[in-house]
């Protein structure tokens, strides 16, 4: 009788399509990322847990392949007018959200309005349209005022703020509020009833989602899902993760503390997996208030910082880091140390008196820890060592990520729940150019948190947008970092490689810079 029975629910399955797997039979991924997730919103914030995130239940109409070429994703085409300033964009067949409905062309064109009110890459690229035009149901076009020769590298933009396309009810909600609606068309559905924060986040498998034909490169090409049922759980502490991860009791951890792995690398169930791209290691000063609202007070800090203390505090292990002093990364087509020379030296005397020299009367920089992400937690205690010694006052206050991700967007001063400065990490996916670096713009109060606001900046990456040569974005991008120098929107402090740890039975191999759970898949 059993056997029988076990058939039936074979045959009953295969009758409607196998799109649903009886509970006994359905692979469950069970995943600790490297945070909670509390926030839902893949536009409003640029914390990665969330893009993570966004990559499962949403698309976008480009993607980045394995070598950063984009390349077609929810688009079925663009086509360039010959004058080169209308881009006509055909969405493919079968598209449809989570709730059935298709997509659309005005969903699409709502999606990318929201998006470039929040991005900086995506903002440049506003300053250059004429309009969009709805043509049919499945095409749009974007006219622009002049050529910009980054459109389709912009469209393509994958981490940070990603142009996630979404219902246009969902997209017309104002981009300084969080939406109060998840629904994507991707590979994944979001369980919003299993959601509890702190605990765990549960995604199944979108049994409509029709993935492109081609293998999957980079965050290109087919995503498909091969698991039922992804549950993220959040174990704040590293060594119980690891313990977990031993026990079978999770099968896959996305980024493992650096400082651990020596506890692990050697156990035969267990498979260490090193991020194709790097990770730099950022210093973020406030604009907008004392002391970082005098550029010779943002030098000073910029001298006074040494990268290798940083890297050897956060990471440890020298296989996973290394000092760079280029802003756009090293082993990228801009790498380059012009005019770095006597930045990041660790000199307090020099910086100490760059401070002299702008008046700095001792006001403290209130300087925000997360205690709970290992990658970051250790970072500030190193910045306020060194920039005591040239003579800063510091108050290092600590509190877990997703409150640093709260406080930083406060414009006000430290007593209204201000802030002067905070460390993180960027992906170099998000980091390789003048307009893709979301620190780098200076838009004013229009830029990210930290508010930077520079002429001359603007004046570059709106260059750089132009450029079409490979001479002419070189040159452009040197222009820039040697004016970060001068102006500091932000100060390099290393570059480090995440590790990701899985179980022998889990396949995992990462095509793209960015942890992607397509693809994945349990034996």
């Not at 393509?156 to 990603?162: N, R, T, V």
């Not at 194709?276 to 290691?281: C, V």
């Not at 290394?322 to 990228?332: D, E, G, M, V």
Request: charged share 25%; aromatic share 8%; net charge neutral.
């Amino acid at each position: 009788m059993v056997k029988v029975g076990l058939l039936r629910v074979c045959l009953v399955a295969a009758a409607i399509g196998g799109t649903i797997a009886p509970a006994w039979a359905q692979k469950t991924l069970k995943v600790v990322q490297h945070s909670d997730l509390k926030i839902l919103d893949p536009i409003w914030s640029t914390a990665y847990i969330v893009r993570n995130h966004g990559y499962l239940i949403y698309d976008t109409l480009f993607a980045l392949d394995a070598k950063l070429q984009p390349q077609p994703q929810m688009a079925e085409s663009l086509a360039m007018s010959d004058d080169g300033l209308t881009a006509t964009i055909k969405l493919r067949e079968g598209l449809n959200f989570h709730d059935g409905k298709p997509v659309t062309a005005e969903d699409c064109i709502a999606s990318l309005k929201r998006w470039a009110a929040r991005d900086a890459m995506a903002q440049k690229l506003t300053e250059f349209i004429a309009e969009y035009k709805v043509v049919d149901e499945r095409t749009f076009q974007i006219v622009l005022k002049e050529k910009y020769g980054a459109l389709q590298e912009t469209l393509a933009k994958q981490s940070g703020l990603a142009p996630f396309i979404m219902p246009k009810r969902v997209a017309e909600t104002d981009p300084f509020k969080q939406i109060s609606e998840t629904v994507g068309s991707g590979p994944f559905i979001f369980k919003a009833d299993e959601w509890k924060p702190g605990d765990k986040t549960v995604y199944v498998k979108n049994p409509a989602y029709k993935p492109r034909a081609e293998p999957a490169s980079g965050l290109a090409g087919g995503k498909v899902a091969l698991v039922d049922r992804i549950e993220m759980l959040w174990i704040p502490d590293a060594q119980v993760q690891i313990n977990a991860l031993k026990r079978g009791e999770i099968d896959m951890i996305e980024s493992v503390a650096h400082d651990l792995l020596p506890t692990i690398e050697k156990d035969p169930n267990i498979r260490l997996v090193k991020s194709l791209g790097s990770l730099q290691y950022t210093f973020r000063p406030n604009w907008k208030i004392k002391p970082f609202d005098n550029a010779k007070i943002r030098q000073a800090a910029m001298v006074a910082l040494d990268q290798r203390d940083f890297l050897e505090a956060a990471i440890g292990d020298s296989r996973f880091f290394a000092t760079c002093k280029a802003l756009f990364t090293c082993n990228s087509p801009l790498a380059s140390e012009a005019g770095m020379d006597g930045m990041l030296t660790g000199n307090a005397a020099r910086a100490a008196a760059l401070l002299q020299e702008a008046g700095y009367d001792g006001t403290p920089v209130v300087m925000l820890r997360p205690s709970d992400l290992g990658v970051l937690a250790n970072l500030a205690p190193v910045a306020k060592t060194q920039l005591e010694r040239a003579g800063f006052k510091v108050d290092v206050q600590s509190m877990d990520w997703q409150t640093v991700l709260g406080r930083v967007v406060k414009m006000g001063p430290v007593s209204e729940g201000g802030w002067n400065a905070f460390l993180t990490a960027w992906a170099q996916v998000d980091i390789i150019n003048p307009v893709m670096m979301p620190y780098l713009a200076t838009n004013c109060d229009k830029a990210r948190t930290g508010w930077p606001c520079d002429t001359e900046m603007e004046k570059l990456r709106d260059a750089y947008a132009r450029a079409t040569t490979p001479q002419d974005r070189k040159r452009i991008a040197e222009a820039a970092q040697i004016l970060n120098t001068q102006i500091v929107t932000q100060v390099p402090l290393g570059e480090f490689w995440g590790v990701t740890a899985v179980r022998s039975n889990v396949i995992f191999e990462p095509t793209g810079m960015i942890t992607a759970y397509w693809g994945v898949d349990k034996r």
